[in-house]
Antibody, heavy 122, light 109 residues
Framework: VQLVESGGGLVKPGGSLRLSCAAS????????MSWVRQAPGKGLEWVGR??????????DYAAPVKGRFTISRDDSKNTLYLQMNSLRSEDTAVYYC??????????????WGQGTLVTVSS | EIVLTQSPGTLSLSPGERATLSCRAS???????LAWHQQKPGQAPRLLIH???SRAAGVPDRFSGSGSGTDFALTISRLEPEDFAVYYC??????????FGGGTRVEIK
């Protein structure tokens, strides 16, 4: 399993950024995928999840990002996305893409990318 | 949303000693939906335990998880040098919102 995030960088407050996560080594279309972030020197914070299309393809989000962030997937490209709008300084973090352990049911992430840093600052 | 509180914040131990980390949930949760992750500096997290007590693939048997209801624990029977890291518990089911505990740092005494 390999997960490679990209798209991080410096963005001004109120701006937008789209992160990508290229997946390989497993059947991406069957996987439930998550985004987890970690502010500098802080703990892990779950951002959101997208189910496989077979399981409805629905998304769930943590309260701090709901309405601002959107998770999507392109199974033809084996790629996961995180569209981040109306960014705030408190969104500054390393963003990890993760594959959930099981399909078709709630499970924890068992494979993680290396993370991409998003810095929100003027 | 279920809040997970981990204690202690930092555990100072020597290699070979036993470590017991606690994770308390704000309300009763299914033990099927409790996981533990390990994170070393500069690295992504690694899944250790799922379903409160099932070791993930490749995890040494010195790691064990236990608990039910609101109280869960991760035990490392004999600390190896590579076990000094930060450990997070995670609730991942029963509701649509997932949550992590604040973490316990296991440091070399």
């Amino acid at each position: 399993v390999q997960l490679v995030e990209s798209g991080g960088g410096l963005v001004k407050p109120g701006g937008s950024l789209r992160l990508s996560c290229a997946a390989s080594g497993f059947t991406f279309s069957n996987a439930w995928m998550s985004w987890v972030r970690q502010a500098p020197g802080k703990g892990l914070e779950w951002v959101g999840r997208i189910k496989s299309k077979t399981d409805g393809g629905t998304t769930d989000y943590a309260a701090p990002v709901k309405g601002r962030f959107t998770i999507s997937r392109d199974d033809s490209k084996n790629t996961l996305y995180l569209q981040m709008n109306s960014l705030r300084s408190e969104d500054t973090a390393v963003y990890y893409c993760a594959k959930d352990r099981a399909t078709g049911t709630f499970s924890p992430p068992d494979s993680w990318g290396q993370g991409t840093l998003v810095t929100v600052s003027s | 949303e279920i809040v997970l509180t981990q204690s202690p914040g930092t555990l100072s131990l020597s290699p070979g000693e036993r470590a017991t980390l606690s994770c308390r949930a704000s309300q009763s949760i299914s033990s099927s939906h409790l996981a533990w992750h390990q994170q070393k500096p500069g690295q992504a997290p690694r899944l250790l335990i799922h379903g409160a007590s099932s070791r993930a693939a490749g995890v040494p048997d010195r790691f064990s998880g236990s608990g039910s209801g609101t109280d869960f624990a991760l035990t490392i029977s004999r600390l190896e040098p590579e076990d000094f890291a930060v450990y997070y518990c995670q609730h991942y089911g029963g509701s649509f919102v997932l949550s992590f505990g604040g973490g316990t740092r296991v440091e070399i005494k």
